[in-house]
């Protein structure tokens, strides 16, 4: 399978999309599902087979996602994408995550976002990206206003965490404002 790719200074960014996903897990070895996906243990795999096999796109919602992969070594490192995508209404939740912290703190998330952010207004035809931060996530609320997106308020006890409910700040980003902060 050819994966769409879109290369930055330091990144490899790898497109994920429902098509990709139906290919890894059927077609492809468990040993290969695992290289594919960046994980490294049986139960990392089954608990996103999981989600996979619970349906992870509907009619008029859809994930679409890249993995980051280093560009010395091919490592994945992490993802950054759209994992609420309602299309008949072109907004999409955008999420990112690095999974060690060796690879934090190095500019790499903002790298990735700039591509990332344009192909979900230019070739997936958003007009809101929207975002949910923990209100003491610092870095991610950082990252999120360098960007331009806009602080709307606080869903109280919205996201559950393993044992408690937790808050989440809710941020936005408009195709209108994108484009007339990039003049």
């Given at each position: 399978?050819?994966?769409?790719?879109?290369?930055?200074?330091r990144l490899k960014l790898r497109k994920f999309d429902p098509e990709v996903f139906t290919y890894?897990?059927?077609?492809?070895?468990?040993e290969d599902q695992m290289k594919y996906?960046?994980?490294t243990t049986k139960e990392e795999l089954a608990k996103d087979r999981k989600?996979?096999?619970g349906g992870l796109w509907t009619h008029n919602k859809k994930i679409?996602?890249?993995?980051?992969?280093?560009?010395?070594?091919?490592?994945?490192?992490?993802?950054?994408?759209?994992?609420?995508w309602y299309t008949d209404h072109s907004r999409a939740e955008i999420?990112?995550?690095?999974?060690?912290?060796?690879?934090?703190?190095?500019?790499?998330?903002?790298?990735?976002?700039?591509?990332?952010?344009?192909?979900?207004?230019?070739?997936?035809?958003l007009n809101r990206i929207e975002a949910f931060a923990a209100p003491e996530n610092a870095?991610?609320?950082?990252?999120?206003k360098k960007f331009g997106f806009i602080k709307e308020g606080l869903l109280r006890e919205h996201y559950r965490n393993e044992v408690d409910p937790e808050d989440s700040a809710v941020y936005s980003l408009l195709k209108s404002e994108y484009t007339n902060n990039k003049k």
């Open positions: 399978m050819e994966f769409e790719i879109i290369i930055t200074d890894i897990y059927e077609e492809l070895s468990k996906l960046g994980f989600k996979y096999d679409l996602y890249f993995q980051l992969l280093d560009l010395k070594n091919n490592e994945i490192i992490g993802w950054c994408g759209y994992h609420t999420g990112y995550g690095l999974f060690r912290d060796e690879y934090k703190r190095l500019g790499l998330m903002t790298e990735a976002l700039i591509p990332i952010i344009n192909y979900g207004f230019n070739q997936m035809n870095g991610s609320i950082r990252l999120l």
